[in-house]
C-alpha cells in the first residue's frame, strides 16, 4: 500500500519526511538541521552514551574512524611492478621518479604509477603505394620491430609514441623508395633499402625524444600494382634468367681459366727451360770452339782433317748401315746389317733397287777423296785432342 494512500493508518495520511499530513495541509521538505541532529544522536549512540549526544564519545568514534581510514590508505598504497616493467611514479601529476620490479609502496591521492613493459617486443606495418626515382608506382610493405627503452619519455615526449612511430616509419620508408630504382626495390637494393630505412628511423626517434629502440626492421614485400603486375613478372623471370646465364658463365670460366693458365705456365717454363739448354748448349760449343781455335791456327791441316774424321764417325755411329771401301773405284758400298740380322722380316717385304743373290740391298754414295797427307809429327803445331 502507498505510503499516502487516503484512508492508511485510520484515517491519517503520513509523508515520508515523518510528518503526519493533518487537517489536510500539505508539508515541506524537511530542515537539514534537524536531519544532520538527528544523524549525530545516532552516530553518538553507536560511540558514547545512547541517552543523548556526547563529547568525548564523539571524539573517540571519529579518533577510530580516522585510524580506519588511515590504515585502508597506507595498505592502498602497495602496489607490484613486474619483472619486465619499470614504473614511471608521478606526484601531483608531474614525473617524481622511476622505481624497479618488485614490491613498493605510494602515497594514495598523492603519486600515480604508470608501470611500462620496457622487454616486450612490439610490431607495426607500415605499408602503402609509393614513387620510385625512376617514377614507377610500387605497393611496398615493412615490419618494424621495436621496445620501450626509455619509459620516461616515452609517456611523456610525444603524446602517442606508437603512432608516432607508424608515422615515422611510413615517412621514412617514401623517403628511401623515392631515392631508390624500381629495380632496387624489387631486386637487389633491398637490403639496402632496409638498412637506410632503419636509420632513417632511428634519427626521427631521436629528434623527437620518443623513449624507443629499433630492434629491426623487415621488408616484406614491394610489388607492382595489380593492373600491371603481369608485365612485370615476365621482366622479373628475363632478368631471372639474365641472372642464370651470367652464374653459368662464370662457371664456365672459372672451370676453363685455371686449366688454360696451367697449360699456359707449363708452355712458359718448358720454352725457357729449352732457352736455357740451347743457349747453354751454345755457349758450351763456341767455348769447345775457342779452345780449339789455337790450335787449329797451329796445325791447320792437322786439325781440319781431325774434325771432319770426328764428325764422320759420330754420323755414322747412329746409322745402321755399313760402309765398305772399294778398291776398284772411288764410291762406297752400305751394307744394310738390320736386314741381314732379320732376314723373315726382309723376305716379307718388297723389294726394291739392285741387289744380290742374298737378298742384301747395295747402296753407292760418291764421297770425296779423303785427303791423305801424313799428318805432321810436330807436338809444338799439333797440340793435343
Known amino acids: ?25 500539505e508539508q515541506g521538505p524537511p530542515d537539514l538541521d534537524e536531519v544532520f541532529s538527528k544523524l549525530s544522536r545516532k552516530f553518538g549512540g ?8 556526547s563529547t568525548g564519545g564523539s571524539a573517540a568514534g571519529l579518533g577510530a574512524i580516522a585510524v580506519v581510514a588511515a590504515a585502508v590508505w597506507g595498505f592502498s598504497g602497495f602496489y607490484t611492478i613486474g619483472e619486465a ?32 613493459n620496457v622487454q616486450a617486443i612490439r610490431s607495426l606495418r607500415s605499408s602503402g603505394l609509393m614513387l620510385t626515382k625512376d617514377e614507377n608506382v610500387l605497393k611496398v610493405e615493412m615490419d618494424v620491430q621495436y621496445r620501450v627503452a626509455e619509459p620516461q619519455k616515452y609517456l611523456f615526449s610525444v603524446t602517442n609514441a606508437d603512432d608516432s612511430l607508424r608515422q615515422a616509419t611510413d615517412s621514412a620508408l617514401r623517403a628511401v623508395i623515392g631515392d631508390s630504382t624500381m629495380d632496387q626495390a624489387l631486386t637487389t637494393g633491398r637490403q639496402v633499402i632496409r638498412a637506410n630505412t632503419q636509420e632513417a628511423i632511428d634519427s626521427i626517434i631521436q629528434r623527437y625524444n620518443m623513449g624507443l629502440f629499433v630492434v629491426d626492421v623487415n621488408f616484406q614485400s614491394a610489388r607492382p600494382p595489380e593492373a600491371v603486375k603481369d608485365a612485370f613478372d615476365d621482366a622479373i623471370a628475363a632478368r631471372e634468367d639474365e641472372e642464370r646465364f651470367v652464374r653459368e658463365a662464370e662457371a664456365y670460366s672459372n672451370d676453363i681459366l685455371p686449366k688454360a693458365t696451367g697449360r699456359a705456365e707449363r708452355l712458359k717454363k718448358e720454352a725457357e727451360g729449352y732457352s736455357e739448354r740451347v743457349i747453354n748448349g751454345a755457349l758450351g760449343e763456341v767455348a769447345q770452339f775457342e779452345k780449339l781455335l789455337p790450335q ?12 771432319y774424321l770426328e764428325t764422320m764417325e759420330r754420323v755414322y755411329s747412329n746409322t745402321s748401315k755399313v760402309m765398305v771401301d772399294s778398291k776398284s773405284s772411288g764410291n762406297l758400298l752400305y751394307l744394310p746389317l738390320d736386314k741381314l740380322i732379320n732376314p723373315a722380316q726382309q723376305s716379307s717385304q718388297p723389294k726394291s733397287g739392285s741387289s744380290t743373290d742374298y737378298g742384301i740391298e747395295l747402296e753407292k754414295v760418291e764421297t770425296a777423296p779423303v785427303s791423305t797427307a801424313p799428318r805432321s809429327t810436330d807436338t809444338g803445331r799439333q797440340g793435343r785432342f
Open 46 to 53: 553507536i560511540f558514547g552514551n545512547k541517552k543523548g549526544p
Open 85 to 116: 616493467e619499470r614504473g614511471v611514479v608521478l606526484r601531483f601529476g608531474k614525473f617524481y621518479e622511476m622505481v624497479d620490479p618488485g614490491l613498493n609502496w605510494k602515497p594514495t591521492f598523492i603519486d600515480e604509477v604508470e608501470p611500462v
Open 1 to 25: 500500500m502507498a505510503w499516502n494512500e487516503p484512508g492508511n493508518n485510520g484515517g491519517r495520511d503520513k509523508d515520508p519526511w515523518g510528518n503526519n499530513n493533518r487537517g489536510g495541509r
Open 296 to 307: 787449329y791456327l797451329a796445325a791447320q791441316d792437322v786439325t781440319r782433317n781431325r774434325l
